[in-house]
């Protein structure tokens, strides 16, 4: 697991235990606990995933990362399906606030260092559970029936990630849509192929194109 991608899974599960960094000191309501216990439990999923694939991620060991016992699992879930689905949004989300963190430390606003820091974040553990999924819904008609809309959030998320840079080109609405749309897609073909064959100089080649 990289170390970003590790480093927030740690943070995560603080958060879920003692409280937010930075916190003021006291008792929580029941609403935090429960909304911290579920984050827990999504990253802890996402974990799962990319370390024992779906069949291996079972509540047992969910529950053994995340510290969190199988029964909180099932009060926040009703199936596997609807835990892994939303585990990908989740963790997707934390993501690109973490990414847009970085590119606000970043003088140089180009397209192509938005494209890398993108770029960079799939080469994450999340990017590798998905492809898990993936290839599950394709038999697993409850999976699939979750997966797609939170994959069609996702790739929304990131083409408007994206449309925030390419705005100032002077392209309308519909183009820039329709752009994002084909960066999102190329840079997902672009991590697929890279986790099989993985090679950083064919990466920087693609995206200066």
Same mark, same amino acid.
């Given at each position: =697991?990289?170390?970003? /991608?590790?480093? @927030? =899974?740690?943070?995560?599960?603080?958060?879920?235990?003692?409280?937010?960094?930075?916190?003021?000191?006291?008792?929580?309501?029941?609403?935090?606990?429960?909304?911290?216990?579920?984050?827990?439990?999504?990253?802890?999923?996402?974990?799962?995933? /990319?370390?024992?694939? /779906?069949?291996?991620?079972?509540?047992?060991?969910?529950?053994?990362?995340?510290?969190?016992?199988?029964?909180?699992? @099932?009060?926040?879930?009703?199936?596997?399906?609807? =835990?892994?689905?939303?585990?990908?949004?989740?963790?997707?989300?934390?993501?690109?606030?973490?990414?847009?963190?970085?590119?606000?430390?970043?003088? #140089?606003?180009?397209?192509?260092?938005?494209?890398?820091?993108?770029?960079?974040?799939?080469?994450?553990?999340?990017?590798?559970?998905?492809?898990?999924?993936?290839? &599950?819904?394709?038999?697993?008609?409850?999976?699939?029936?979750?997966?797609?809309?939170?994959?069609?959030?996702?790739?929304?998320?990131?083409? #408007?990630?994206?449309?925030? &840079?390419? @705005? #100032?080109?002077?392209?309308?609405? #519909?183009?820039?849509?329709?752009?994002?749309?084909?960066? &999102?897609?190329?840079?997902?073909? =672009?991590?697929?192929?890279?986790?099989?064959?993985?090679?950083?100089?064919?990466? @920087?080649?693609?995206?200066?194109?």
């Amino acid at each position: =697991m990289n170390d970003r /991608y590790s480093g @927030k =899974m740690e943070r995560a599960h603080q958060r879920a235990t003692t409280g937010p960094e930075g916190a003021c000191p006291g008792p929580r309501t029941n609403a935090e606990r429960r909304a911290t216990t579920r984050a827990a439990i999504l990253n802890a999923t996402i974990e799962a995933l /990319y370390r024992f694939g /779906y069949a291996g991620a079972t509540s047992t060991r969910i529950a053994e990362i995340s510290g969190f016992t199988r029964g909180a699992q @099932k009060h926040h879930f009703d199936t596997k399906a609807k =835990m892994v689905a939303e585990a990908l949004v989740h963790v997707q989300a934390e993501m690109l606030e973490e990414l847009n963190a970085r590119l606000s430390a970043v003088d #140089d606003q180009n397209l192509l260092t938005w494209l890398t820091e993108l770029w960079h974040s799939l080469q994450s553990p999340l990017f590798v559970a998905a492809t898990e999924l993936h290839a &599950v819904a394709r038999i697993d008609e409850e999976l699939r029936s979750l997966l797609v809309p939170a994959e069609q959030v996702i790739g929304r998320r990131i083409r #408007d990630f994206l449309i925030t &840079v390419l @705005k #100032d080109k002077g392209h309308d609405p #519909d183009r820039l849509v329709a752009l994002g749309e084909q960066a &999102v897609n190329t840079l997902r073909g =672009m991590a697929f192929q890279h986790l099989l064959a993985p090679s950083e100089q064919r990466a @920087k080649r693609q995206m200066r194109l």
